[in-house]
T-cell receptor, first 111, second 114 residues
Framework: KQEVTQIPAALSVPEGENLVLNCSFTDSAIYNLQWFRQDPGKGLTSLLLIQSSQREQTSGRLNASLDKSSGRSTLYIAASQPGDSATYLCAVKAAGNKLTFGGGTRVLVKP | DAGVIQSPRHEVTEMGQEVTLRCKPISGHDYLFWYRQTMMRGLELLIYFNNNVPIDDSGMPEDRFSAKMPNASFSTLKIQPSEPRDSAVYFC????????????FGQGTRLTVV
């Protein structure tokens, strides 16, 4: 059974510092990995999608890497801003098109 | 496309009442998923459909929960009778049949059972 873990569960950084969020998964037989952002009381917004054949994806200040063999992905957010405060979730897609989610990392960027 | 649409956004009901949550997936998507999010357990997959057929309902917590997808553009998740421990945010998501495709989520329904 696929298990997805995100460490740390919470992170607080001063504005301008780079953020590093970690995601690990136990079964490397995945199709892709998706990073989401969730604001309090809101739905999930997709940030980046990395296919299993890719090593990284970039969108603006966001960069996500994937090492499928070791079961790890890292989301980097450069030059963090208070508006980046949210919960970040990773999810892996495997057989049956099912997404398995990690517990999320709650990020606070202090001005 | 307007994305995945869920209704209602908020639902408050009394214990024992029937609750029906609704979802309209993105047009053309073959897969529809129902998730539940709680502080204690995070996001859990309850059930998913492929081409309107339930594929895996192993995440449905009890017989009180049931889900249907009568056509490609509509699905319901029903709880009967509801209990306070069912209080959570319920999300619907859809994706295309392509293994590489992205999943899109609705805004969720916040259910409170008192």
């Amino acid at each position: 059974k696929q298990e997805v873990t995100q460490i740390p569960a919470a992170l607080s950084v001063p504005e301008g510092e780079n953020l590093v969020l970690n995601c690990s998964f136990t079964d490397s037989a995945i199709y892709n990995l998706q990073w989401f952002r969730q604001d309090p009381g809101k739905g999930l917004t997709s940030l980046l999608l990395i296919q299993s054949s890719q090593r990284e994806q970039t969108s603006g200040r966001l960069n996500a890497s994937l090492d499928k063999s070791s079961g790890r992905s890292t989301l980097y957010i450069a030059a963090s801003q208070p508006g980046d405060s949210a919960t970040y979730l990773c999810a892996v897609k495997a057989a049956g098109n099912k997404l398995t989610f990690g517990g999320g990392t709650r990020v606070l960027v202090k001005p | 496309d307007a994305g995945v649409i869920q209704s209602p956004r908020h639902e408050v009901t009394e214990m024992g009442q029937e609750v029906t949550l609704r979802c309209k997936p993105i047009s053309g998507h073959d897969y529809l998923f129902w998730y539940r999010q709680t502080m204690m357990r995070g996001l859990e997959l309850l059930i998913y459909f492929n081409n309107n057929v339930p594929i895996d309902d192993s995440g449905m917590p009890e017989d009180r929960f049931s889900a249907k997808m009568p056509n490609a553009s509509f699905s319901t998740l029903k709880i009967q009778p509801s209990e306070p421990r069912d209080s959570a945010v319920y999300f619907c998501a859809s994706s295309s049949a392509d293994d590489r495709s992205e999943a899109f989520f609705g805004q969720g329904t916040r259910l409170t059972v008192v």
